[in-house]
């Protein structure tokens, strides 16, 4: 045999025996991974789930539901979210994948420790436990130094979190620790110095203490939520660095001073939400914030105006600043641009008209300014507003005629415009309100009579007209709110003739038809209710205060 055949016939031979020796790894290791995804499968076989279904030992672990592989036939994904999934996480098998990249299972069900065995998941690049119900605390996780995307939040952990466990994750890009009752600390220095971190969520989790001085250095970030803590001190002048930010939120902690200048480096904001703090000063320096789409600065200590350039925000559809000491008028062109919905500037001191385009894009659900300064008409416009769910504009020193379309608006559920100085009928088409709970209209100049087309609004519960105008008789066709209403305040009005025998229908819990120039008997079953200032009426029956009717 010359050399060269011999040489040819012992490079078949190894390649041959490579081969086999790579059939029998790729064997031994699909065999070894089919044990794993079947204890796994095992440990949760009380879940209500179909995802299951496809794990059988006569089919290849590549083939499983929720399971990637790579070239090689190794278990590199494991994806299984959102499954209903029930029982405790065999980490101790699962972390023998040693191609394992991502492994996910949020929002199920799971439950017991997290044990530190996923300390040998070392080539995660992505962990989602989020949104279960595990006990105990977050084991140490310093091996996982492959990390991207880390979501622990909302799962019941609690204990002190191992935050030097992420010196070693310098990669990462997602942090989610929220809603999860863990130890007070304060937000670590480990964190701000994970400069890849474009979200950042550690709302609700028993952070403390004042911003760490290299916030600034998460330049990256997108999301930053803080919010549900006990945060103390100002927000930094180093939040302006983080230019990407398009969330930011802050609210129920305990931040002080004024908004920072720097915040109007955030070109990107559109989430901006510090509610429920000890803020101070003028909201002036968001006026360069174009983009914002929410802005909630609601229960602060915030002073001055609101600025004017408010009013060109082309995206804005939600403006709360309620409880705060806001002074000046609002923009009239506020909310003309994009489809607004939402305003509270509640317990205020603003003055000046209501904007009247708010519902301009047909969007328009709730609208509630009480207690403020407000003067002038409600707009003609908000009377073709299908969308309006609740309008309140109670306690201001508005004035005029109600437009006659808001009574029939046909989503409301609360119309609320009691004291202030309005006048005029309650027209007949409030009929078409077929969503209205309450219609709060007392300390008015409110008159004529209450309309018998009330009655329509058949989802009523409470009615309170208390001191207008209004005469005329009581409206029978009350009665036939007997399955709903349970508040009726008419007092101080100038109604008259008897109380309808209809009333005897109804199942009230607050009755009080006082100081009106009824008369005639009042039905027994009524007899809880409060009815002086009214010399005509009597009582049929015994206890009352009234005099009794003459026998017939």
Same mark, same amino acid.
């Given at each position: ?17 490579? *081969? ?16 794993i ?9 009380? !879940?209500?789930? +179909? ?6 030992? !006569? ?6 539901a ?22 405790? =996480?065999?980490?101790?098998?699962? *972390?023998?994948l ?8 949020? &929002?199920?069900?799971?439950?017991? $420790? ?19 119900? &595990? ?9 996982l ?14 204990? /002190? &979190? ?13 942090? %989610?620790?929220?809603?999860? $009752? ?16 474009d ?5 609700? *989790? ?47 902690? %305990? ?8 915040? +109007?480096n ?22 360069? @914030? ?36 806001l ?10 641009f994009?489809?607004?919905? &939402? ?60 437009? /006659? ?9 609360i ?35 209450i $309309? ?9 519960? @409470? ?15 009350? #009665? ?9 305040? =008419? ?12 009333? /005897?229908?109804? +199942? ?6 006082s ?16 009815? /002086?200032?009214?010399p #005509? =009426? ?10 009794? *009717?003459?026998?017939?």
């Amino acid at each position: 045999m010359s050399s060269t055949r011999a040489s040819d016939h012992y490079l078949h031979y190894s390649f041959g025996l490579f *081969c086999l020796i790579l059939s029998l790894v790729c064997s031994t290791v699909q065999s070894e991974e089919l044990q794993i995804l079947t204890k796994l499968k095992s440990a949760l076989q009380k !879940s209500n789930t +179909r995802v299951f279904n496809s794990w059988e030992s !006569s089919v290849s672990v590549c083939k499983f539901a929720g399971i990637t592989c790579n070239s090689e036939g190794s278990v590199t994904e494991i994806e299984l979210s959102n499954q209903n999934l029930a029982g405790t =996480l065999p980490l101790d098998a699962i *972390c023998q994948l040693r191609s394992l990249e991502k492994l996910s299972l949020g &929002f199920n069900l799971l439950h017991g $420790p997290v044990t530190k065995d996923l300390n040998n998941c070392v080539k995660l690049q992505y962990l989602d436990l989020g949104n279960n119900v &595990f006990t105990g605390g977050v084991p140490d996780i310093s091996s996982l130094t492959e990390l991207r995307y880390l979501h622990l939040n909302g799962s019941g952990f609690s204990g /002190t &979190f191992p935050w030097k466990s992420l010196q070693n994750m310098k990669g990462l890009i997602r942090l %989610s620790l929220g809603d999860n $009752p863990l130890s007070p600390s304060p937000l670590p220095s480990e964190v701000v110095q994970l400069t890849k971190l474009d979200w950042l969520y550690l709302s609700n *989790c028993n952070i403390q203490g004042a911003f760490p001085a290299g916030i600034g250095n998460l330049r990256e970030l997108i999301n930053l939520e803080l919010a549900d803590n006990n945060m103390t001190g100002e927000i930094p002048e180093e939040i302006g660095n983080l230019v990407n930010l398009w969330q930011l939120e802050l609210y129920n902690n %305990s931040f002080t001073g004024k908004l920072p200048v720097a915040l +109007r480096n955030l070109a990107k904001l559109e989430n901006f939400d510090a509610s429920m703090n000890y803020l101070e000063g003028g909201l002036s320096e968001l006026r360069f @914030s174009t983009n914002l789409v929410s802005l909630q600065l609601f229960e602060n200590k915030l002073t001055g105006q609101v600025p004017p350039e408010f009013g060109e925000f082309k995206k804005l559809v939600n403006l709360s600043l309620y409880t705060n000491g806001l002074t000046g008028p609002l923009p009239q062109k506020l909310g003309s641009f994009a489809k607004f919905n &939402f305003i509270d500037v509640s317990e205020n001191l603003l003055t000046g008209p209501i904007p009247p385009d708010m519902c301009k894009q047909g969007a328009m659900k709730m609208l509630l300014m009480l207690d403020n300064k407000f003067t002038g008409e409600i707009p003609a416009n908000y009377a073709n507003c299908p969308t309006l769910t609740r309008f309140r504009v109670s306690k201001n020193s508005l004035s005029g005629t109600v437009p /006659t379309g808001i009574w029939g608006l046909p989503k409301v559920n609360i119309i609320d415009i009691a004291s202030n100085n309005f006048r005029g009928p309650v027209t007949s088409d409030i009929k078409n309100a077929k969503s209205l709970w309450q219609l709060f209209l007392g300390n008015n100049s409110l008159s004529g009579e209450i $309309p018998a087309d009330i009655s329509g609004a058949t989802s009523l519960q @409470s009615i309170q007209l208390n001191n207008n105008q209004f005469s005329g008789e009581l409206p029978s066709s009350l #009665g036939s709110l007997s399955s709903t209403l349970k508040v009726l305040d =008419l007092s101080h009005n100038q109604l008259s003739g008897e109380i309808p025998k209809t009333f /005897t229908s109804l +199942r009230l819990t607050q009755l009080d038809l006082s100081y009106n120039k009824l008369t005639g008997p009042v039905p027994e079953s009524l007899s809880k209710g409060s009815f /002086t200032g009214n010399p #005509g =009426l009597c009582s049929v029956g015994k206890g009352s205060v009234l005099p009794p *009717c003459p026998h017939k």
